[in-house]
């Protein structure tokens, strides 16, 4: 497994604003990935993000609205650009992890960030 | 059609019973298939992983795969109140895609 912290926990923010999210994991992995929790929602994948490359975006995303750094293989950041009441939700980040069985893989989340948008 | 569908829920289960959570996925070639618990306000946890066809069993939770029937399931045995929660089914979309399908959820509470 791996052990993952997320900054901030929560915030309030103003609409026409940005807040930039950090992920932080306690071992080196290669994928990290963002997702985003709307209320009563299941997870939608943001983006993937790996070391040394571009974010790759999923439809519906992309880097201007959401910009990502992955500057080393413990660290990455999610900022949420000019910001929209639409965009209160909870992002959450995930690492993968070598599950020990043949090449097979597994996913563990950081604790999310709860943003509003006022 | 989605391409991970979970039971519609909420499930209420008394407690000591079983809890049985179902998830069908449209991809053949999925080999790993996991089980996340999700509490209110929290973030997921990874409960069960499992990747080859029958059984798997860890503590009061048994995984039960079937790829003919592309049919996962989640047994909770000997449920408790502490089990209450939503818990979603994720399926890695492709044979070498690393990028997990969610299901919606399937909200579970045990009534003590």
């Known amino acids: 497994s791996a052990v993952i912290s997320q900054k901030p926990s929560r915030d309030i923010c103003q609409r026409g604003t940005s807040l930039t999210i950090q992920c932080q994991v306690d071992?080196?992995?290669?994928?990290m990935f963002w997702y985003r929790q709307q209320p009563g929602q299941s997870l939608t994948l943001i983006a993937t993000?790996?070391?040394?490359?571009?974010?790759?975006?999923e439809s519906g995303f992309v880097i201007d609205k959401f910009p990502i750094s992955r500057p080393n293989l413990t660290f990455s950041t999610l900022t949420v650009s000019n910001m929209s009441p639409e965009d209160s939700s909870i992002y959450l980040c995930?690492?993968?992890?070598?599950?020990?069985?043949?090449?097979?893989?597994?996913?563990?989340f950081g604790p999310g960030t709860r943003l509003t948008v006022t | 059609q989605k391409e991970v569908e979970q039971n519609s829920g909420p499930l209420s289960v008394p407690e000591g019973a079983i809890a049985s959570l179902n998830c069908t996925y449209s991809?053949?070639?999925?080999?790993?298939f996991f089980w996340y618990r999700q509490y209110s306000g929290k973030s997921p946890e990874l409960i069960m992983s499992?990747?080859?066809?029958g059984d798997k069993e860890d503590g009061r939770f048994t995984a039960q795969l079937n790829k003919a029937s592309q049919y996962v399931s989640l047994l909770i045995r000997d449920s408790q109140p502490s089990d209450s929660a939503t818990y979603l089914c994720?399926?890695?979309?492709?044979?070498?895609?690393?990028?997990?399908?969610f299901g919606a959820g399937t909200t579970v509470t045990v009534r003590a």
């Open positions: 995930s690492v993968e992890v070598s599950s020990g069985f043949r090449s097979s893989y597994e996913q563990y």
């Open positions: 071992s080196q992995v290669t994928m």
């Open positions: 993000a790996n070391q040394g490359s571009e974010a790759t975006y």
């Open positions: 991809d053949r070639v999925s080999q790993s």
């Open positions: 499992i990747y080859s066809n």
């Open positions: 994720a399926v890695p979309r492709g044979l070498s895609d690393y990028k997990l399908s």
